[in-house]
């Protein structure tokens, strides 16, 4: 005799498999990847080309040369890119600390916010680095 409804066993929470992905939970899964994967990265690769520059003019050529390549420039635009997006993520979760934002309309607009920010902050300090760099 199979089960009632009440009868079947639920999850407890809500589970990912269940419900589809929604821009909320897409951007807090997306701030706590940059956050702890590719800004821990980049910072690796930072010490390292510290490490390179300290060390002498030919471990600094090596490392600037793998950083000028095709991938490592389009590393240093990820780590760019993780960066303004792990920043204004944090700012948009100190405005909801302060008490603020959670009508429904605000939450979203405040997501999209976020990505346009970060693609825009991104871009900008690409396009200047161009300019520094001549």
């Not at 079947?8 to 990912?16: A, D, G, H, V």
């Not at 590719?38 to 002498?56: D, E, K, P, Q, R």
């Amino acid at each position: 005799m199979p089960k009632s409804t009440a009868e079947r066993t639920r999850p407890l929470s809500p589970n990912i498999q269940i419900y589809r992905p929604q821009l909320t939970s897409v951007l807090s899964i997306v701030n706590r990847i940059t956050g702890v994967v590719f800004l821990s990265a980049c910072a690796v690769v930072l010490v390292v080309w510290l490490i390179a520059a300290a060390t002498g003019p030919h471990a600094y050529a090596m490392v600037q040369g793998a950083i000028a390549s095709w991938i490592g420039q389009l590393a240093l635009f990820g780590c760019t890119l993780a960066f303004f997006l792990h920043l204004c993520g944090g700012i948009r979760h100190l405005v909801w600390d302060a008490g603020y934002g959670f009508a429904l309309r605000s939450i979203y607009a405040s997501g999209w916010a976020v990505v346009a920010a970060s693609v825009a902050l991104t871009v900008a300090a690409w396009v200047a680095s161009l300019f520094v760099a001549g």
